[in-house]
Structure formats: C-alpha cells, structure tokens
C-alpha cells in the first residue's frame, strides 16, 4: 500500500492559519482523489475535505469556508490551508487517497499515516 506522510502541524490561537503538507511513496498523491481526515479526541476521524483528480473539491460543514484542499502535482504532494482556525479544529490530522463506492461514498485506500497534530488554544 501506498505510505502517506503528513506535517505542518502545531500550537496555534484561534483565529490563525496552518498550511498542512502531505507525501506519499509513490505517485499515488497526483492521479488519485485525495483527502483529508482529522481524529478529534475521543472522536472518530472523520473525512473533511476532499478533492477529485480533476480538482472538484468538498468539504465538511464545519470546515466550509474556512479550509482549502490542494495538490501539486509536480511535487507529488498535498495540501490542506486551514484559516480562521478554532479550538474545535484541534485534531490530528491525515492524508489519504480516496477511492470511491458505487454509490459515491469515498474510502481510504491508502495505509494510515502518523498524522500531525494541530493544536488550537489560547
């Protein structure tokens, strides 16, 4: 499987911005849909951004607005810029490449990373 590599995380105030990174073993980050997942704690991690490989993306409500998925594909890499952030955007957040279900429901396909952790408090 594809190994993903997540960081940019940190300590921020509410109200400030992170650029999170993601790489992967492979060339997987450049022709695939990918997406971002955060594991707030004692939640389950959840999928909130996500973007198709020709650059449709969605977002999760909480995040709408406020948090943009990317990807470069010359650096076979992918991005997620959070603004505005808030205390309950702190999570540890993972990368993934996505595949899809018959009915349209994306799935990781990818194995976990470590994550990175973002940390919003004042």
């Known amino acids: 499987q594809v190994q993903l590599m997540e960081s940019g995380g940190g300590l921020v105030r509410p109200g400030e911005s992170l650029r999170l990174s993601c790489t992967a073993s492979t060339s997987a980050l450049s022709i695939s849909a990918v997406g971002w997942y955060r594991r707030a704690p004692g939640k389950e991690r959840v999928l909130i951004a996500s973007s198709t490989i020709g650059g449709t993306t969605n977002y999760a409500d909480a995040v709408q607005d406020r948090f943009t998925i990317s990807r470069d594909t010359a650096k076979n890499t992918v991005y997620l810029q959070m603004n505005n952030l808030r205390p309950e955007d702190t999570a540890v957040y993972y990368c993934?490449?996505?595949?899809?279900?018959?009915?349209?429901?994306?799935?990781?396909?990818?194995?976990w990373g470590q994550g990175t952790q973002v940390t919003v408090s004042a």
């Open positions: 993934q490449i996505l595949g899809t279900y018959d009915t349209g429901i994306y799935y990781p396909r990818g194995s």
